[in-house]
């Protein structure tokens, strides 16, 4: 108790105040905590000490890590916080005097006994940026204990970063390589930006999701290059406002919106915009699958997915309302999750398989257009398009010819 106060004056001495365009920023310097970014050294307590200086300050507060890489094992950066806005900078600050790009390194113990749920964790935070950085999972030696392609009562092993109950959010420019789960999950996050982010982990690594977001609204993920072992985005269930722009995607499995229905209490997802992405040698395109057996009614509407360039994709445009991966599916149920208003718009390209449209919808698919859309297939003969309870709306060239 006697030392409480001597540890509050050092902690005040250690944060410096700095003075740029007139606003006092204050920065905290991972280092003056015992940080050593060598590698070896494991930065846990260090980092999370910094971030509850960061946290507690007020004003403008910069966490600064200084290149350098800093090996730690699970991290909670929890708010609330008294900062008006918070940057936890991994990117040297003054990137124009430097082209050989330095930026810090976050890599991720190998030891799975010591995570009990994610790796990254940013929670509770307002008016949060995280800039630049290296996040490095170290996946490789966990994939082999991840069980969850097979079995449904799996393990899950630690997502990267997670962001969760976050508001006004910005990540930019952050590469994640070999997570040993998801590389990024949204959790409850309202209104975050994320621009520039490349992701990757190899082809058959199991269920590095590039991001999965759940139950948040206003998410925009602008300017990324997503190759993964599965989803390159994944929207789960109870979202409002997806905006996804200018992304390349592949290898993996594609953009998928799902899959849905498989636990009871699952809210509705609306108002999706995937617009200028490039799918290269991806299995699916565009994919919204839905379990056939849901327990909790729920939909899916107001999406649209428009100027999307498919290479070598094996499903382009898929809509499978008879999702069930584990078991011998007897198809003998509908799926709870109806589907409205979901419109594909100029769709071009190439794919691997002749079924290059699939809509399998379980009660009728309401409010769906196809417009504009030409996808060839690589072998012989031409491509064509499979319906199940799915009347769509034909709008301008249409190759496969729709389904009958
Ligand atoms: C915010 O500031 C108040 C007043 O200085 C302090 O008591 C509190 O601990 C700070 N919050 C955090 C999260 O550090
Ligand atoms: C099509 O929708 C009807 C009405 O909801 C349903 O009874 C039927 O099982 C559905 N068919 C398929 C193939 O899912």
Not at 49 to 77: D, E, H, N, R
Request: hydrophobic fraction near 35%.
């Amino acid at each position: 108790m006697a030392r409480r106060p001597l540890l509050l004056l050092v902690v005040v001495a250690l944060l410096r105040s700095t003075s740029a365009g007139g606003a006092a920023t204050i920065t905290v310097d991972v280092k003056d905590y015992g940080a050593k970014g060598n590698g070896v050294d494991d930065d846990t307590k260090p980092l999370m000490t910094a971030w509850k200086a960061a946290c507690g300050s007020a004003g403008a507060v910069t966490m600064l890590l200084s290149p350098g890489t800093y090996y730690i094992g699970p991290v909670q950066f929890h708010g609330p916080c008294n900062a008006s806005t918070l940057t936890f900078q991994l990117q040297a600050s003054d990137r124009s005097s430097c082209a050989c790009a330095v930026q810090g390194t976050l890599k991720a113990d190998t030891d799975l006994s010591r995570f009990r749920n994610d790796w990254i964790e940013f929670g509770w935070v307002t008016g949060l940026t995280v800039a630049g950085g290296v996040i490095d999972g170290q996946g490789a030696a966990a994939w082999p204990f991840n069980e969850c392609p097979f079995r449904k009562d799996c393990k899950v092993l630690p997502t990267s970063v997670r962001f969760v109950n976050s508001r006004n959010t910005a990540v930019r420019d952050v590469t994640s390589v070999n997570p040993k789960f998801f590389h990024i999950a949204l959790l409850q996050a309202k209104n975050i930006r994320m621009s520039g982010l490349r992701i990757s982990a190899s082809p058959d690594s199991p269920n590095t999701d590039g991001i999965h977001i759940e139950r948040s609204a206003g998410v925009s993920i602008t300017d990324a290059r997503i190759g993964t072992g599965d989803d390159c985005i994944s929207i789960g269930q109870g979202n409002d406002g997806v905006d996804v722009a200018r992304v390349r995607c592949g290898p993996g499995h594609g953009m998928s919106v799902g899959s849905l229905g498989r636990y009871a209490g699952e809210g509705d997802v609306t108002r999706v915009h995937v617009r200028d992405v490039v799918f290269t040698g991806t299995d699916n395109g565009v994919r919204i699958k839905t379990w056939e057996n849901s327990p909790t009614k729920s939909s899916a509407a107001h999406m649209l997915f428009e100027n999307l360039l498919m290479e070598d994709v094996r499903n382009p445009i898929i809509i499978d309302q008879k999702y069930c991966p584990y078991y011998n599916c007897e198809h003998k149920y509908v799926s709870g999750v109806t589907l409205e208003d979901i419109q594909f718009k100029n769709i071009k390209g190439t794919t691997t398989t002749p079924v290059a449209v699939m809509l399998r919808c379980g009660v009728p698919c309401q409010g769906l257009v196809l417009q504009d859309v030409d996808l060839k297939y690589m072998g012989q003969g031409g491509t064509s398009a499979k319906c199940e309870n799915a009347t769509a709306k034909y709008v301008g060239y249409q190759f496969p010819k729709p389904c009958t």
